[in-house]
C-alpha cells in the first residue's frame, strides 16, 4: 500500500518533536528553570509572550512552545495514522497512546507550575513523556513499512528472548523513574565518587538522598548486566534473525552509553551537554525496547 509522503514528514517531524519536549523537560529540570514564569500556565509571568526574557523564561517558555506545537502535529499523525492505517492492528492503541500520554504529562507540568507536586510525583513526568515518544515512534515505523522490509512477519522468538525482552522492558521503567528521582530531589551530587558512593570506604548511605543517588546506580548497573546477558543469548542463538540481533546489539550499545554518560555526569559535576545525553540515550533505548516489544507481539501471534 502506498503511504503518502506527507504522513511520512508528519511521522518524522512528531518523532523528532516528541524528543525535543523529553530533552527540553529534562533542560528546564536540570537548569531549574521549571518556575521561569512563576505560577501562571499556560501563560508566563502574567502575560501571553513574556517581555522580559531571562534565561529561565526562554527556557520553560521555550518549552511549552515546543509542547503546543509538537502535539499539533501527534494529534494530525494520530488521525491521519488511523484513517490510512487503520487495518494495521497495532496502529488505534498506539495513536490514543501518543496522544493520552502526550495530554497527561502536559497537565502534569500545569499541576507543578499551578500548585506544585512532590518530587516523587515529579519524577513520573519524564516516564510519562517517554510513553508517549515510544507509541510515536512506532507508529513512524508503522508508516515507513518498518516490519514490511525487515520481515518481521517471519520473527521467531523463544520462551527465554520473550521472558528478557518483557522484563528489561518493564524494568527499564524502574531505571527511568529513579533516574528522575535524582534530578527532582537534587541528589545528583550528593555521591561526588563513582562507582560508590566514596570510593575510599565501603558503606551504606547514610541519609535519603544517597539513598536515592545509590539506588539509581544500582538499578541502572543490573540494567546493564541484564541487557548484556540478553545480548550474549542472542549472538548465540539468533544470528540468523537479523532484525532481532540488531535491535539486542544497539541496545547493548545504548545501555553502555547510558552507564558511561551516568559516570560523566558525576565526574563533571553536572555538565549540561553530557547530562542531556544521559537523557538522550534512555529515551533511545526504551523506544527501541518497546520496538522489540512490538516485534514479540507479532511473533507470539505467529506462532
Given amino acids: 500500500m502506498h503511504i503518502h509522503k506527507y504522513l511520512k514528514g508528519l511521522a518524522i517531524a512528531s518523532t523528532v518533536g516528541m524528543l525535543l519536549i523529553l530533552l527540553g523537560g529534562a533542560l ?57 492505517l487503520g487495518h494495521v492492528r497495532e496502529t488505534k492503541f498506539l495513536s490514543f497512546m501518543a496522544i493520552f500520554f502526550l495530554v497527561l504529562q502536559a497537565l502534569i507540568g500545569a499541576a507543578q507550575v499551578k500548585w506544585g507536586q512532590g518530587d516523587f ?10 510513553i508517549s515518544f515510544a507509541a510515536v515512534l512506532l507508529l513512524t515505523l508503522l508508516v515507513f513499512e518498518i516490519d514490511r522490509k525487515f520481515d518481521t512477519d517471519k520473527i521467531r522468538i523463544g520462551k527465554t528472548l520473550r521472558f528478557h525482552t518483557i522484563g528489561i522492558t518493564l524494568y527499564s521503567y524502574v531505571v527511568i523513574y529513579t533516574g528522575a528521582l535524582v534530578r527532582h530531589t537534587e541528589s545528583s551530587l550528593v555521591c561526588r565518587d563513582w562507582p560508590l558512593c566514596r570510593n575510599n570506604e565501603f558503606s551504606l548511605p547514610t541519609n535519603l538522598y544517597e539513598w536515592v543517588q545509590m539506588g539509581h546506580r544500582v538499578a541502572a548497573g543490573l540494567i546493564f548486566i541484564w541487557i548484556l546477558i540478553a545480548a550474549i543469548h542472542v549472538i548465540r542463538n539468533y544470528k540468523s534473525q537479523r532484525t532481532i540481533f540488531w535491535c539486542w546489539i544497539i541496545a547493548l550499545i545504548l545501555v553502555t552509553c547510558q552507564v558511561f554518560s551516568g559516570m560523566f555526569v558525576i565526574l563533571t559535576k553536572l555538565n549540561l551537554y553530557i547530562a542531556l545525553l544521559h537523557s538522550l540515550f534512555i529515551s533511545l533505548l526504551f523506544g527501541l525496547l518497546c520496538y522489540m516489544i512490538l516485534l514479540l507481539s507479532r511473533s507470539r501471534a505467529k506462532n
Fill in 121 to 130: 510525583i515529579l519524577a513520573l513526568h519524564f516516564g510519562i513523556s517517554l
Fill in 28 to 84: 528546564v529540570t536540570k537548569t531549574d528553570s521549571g518556575m521561569g514564569c512563576g505560577r501562571h500556565w499556560p501563560g508566563c509571568n502574567g502575560q501571553l509572550i513574556p517581555d522580559e526574557i531571562t534565561p529561565e523564561v526562554l527556557i520553560e517558555f521555550s518549552h511549552r512552545l515546543v509542547t503546543g506545537a509538537v502535539g499539533i502535529f501527534i494529534v494530525a499523525l494520530a488521525i491521519w495514522a488511523w484513517r490510512s
